[in-house]
């Protein structure tokens, strides 16, 4: 059965302990960073870090918010990056928890194809060419344990189970946050494993707090259509 998410960002205080406890499962090496002016950091992902709370300080109707969001890849039902690349050696789905997996053969694959198919703008490419991002602590899951973060997480923002169950509980917490924060939504959560619940239009928290339509110029369409033009040229020579 698979596997999802429910992140639910009304209860996130942005103790970053997520971000943590992922870089020590992963033994992710720190950042080296300098303050920017804000609690944001490191300021981005990146290849050694899969997990980021973004930080972001609004004026919504009149009033000074804080808003938290705890980034990760989506692993998304149907993945634009395992459509883009087509290679089940360097990026693959898990069909027991539905996770979406990168291998280090992804350092011979067209990284830039697997970051521009990305509606997210998730993955991240590493000095040997290879690309990496968050696995579902995949590993933990098939021993019964709980992905790093969620097991970290302290009041209740991150939870993980089968992903009809997070879909009951995600809608069930949409009722109730809506009595308060009536623009509250449930984002994209009929395409991707990582559901989020914010309170306010999600460009107040991410530009890629949803799916772009054309991420980095390039949507899903047009990504299988970079891998059926070389077949089509190729057909056409034989004719």
Not at 45 to 72: A, C, H
Not at 131 to 137: A, E, I, L, R, T
Not at 163 to 181: G, H, I, P, S, T
Not at 223 to 233: E, G, Q, S, T, Y
Request: proline residues 8%; hydrophobic residues 40%; contains cysteine.
């Amino acid at each position: 059965m698979a596997k999802a998410f429910f992140i639910d960002t009304t209860l996130c205080t942005a103790c970053r302990a997520c971000q943590v406890a992922c870089k020590q499962w992963h033994d992710l090496p720190a950042e080296e960073t300098k303050n920017l002016g804000t609690h944001q950091n490191p300021p981005d992902l990146s290849f050694n870090t899969y997990k980021l709370v973004r930080m972001n300080e609004k004026v919504i109707d009149g009033q000074l918010r804080w808003l938290f969001f705890p980034e990760q890849c989506r692993h998304c039902i149907e993945a634009p990056c395992l459509e883009a690349l087509g290679d089940p050696g360097a990026i693959y789905q898990d069909p027991d928890t539905g996770a979406i997996l990168y291998t280090r053969q992804t350092r011979q694959a067209d990284a830039d194809a697997i970051i521009e198919s990305c509606p997210y703008h998730i993955p991240r490419k590493g000095p040997d060419g290879s690309v990496s991002k968050c696995d579902m602590c995949n590993d933990r899951v098939h021993n019964g344990l709980l992905p790093a973060c969620v097991q970290a997480c302290p009041t209740g923002a991150m939870n993980f189970g089968e992903r009809d169950a997070m879909l009951e509980m995600a809608n069930k917490r949409l009722e109730v946050v809506k009595a308060k924060y009536p623009q509250a939504l449930l984002l994209d959560p009929d395409t991707v494993s990582v559901i989020y619940l914010v309170a306010f239009p999600p460009e107040n928290y991410h530009e890629f707090a949803i799916a772009s339509r054309e991420p980095s110029g390039v949507t899903r369409h047009m990504a299988l259509r970079k891998m059926v033009r070389p077949f089509a040229a190729a057909l056409s020579h034989l004719g």
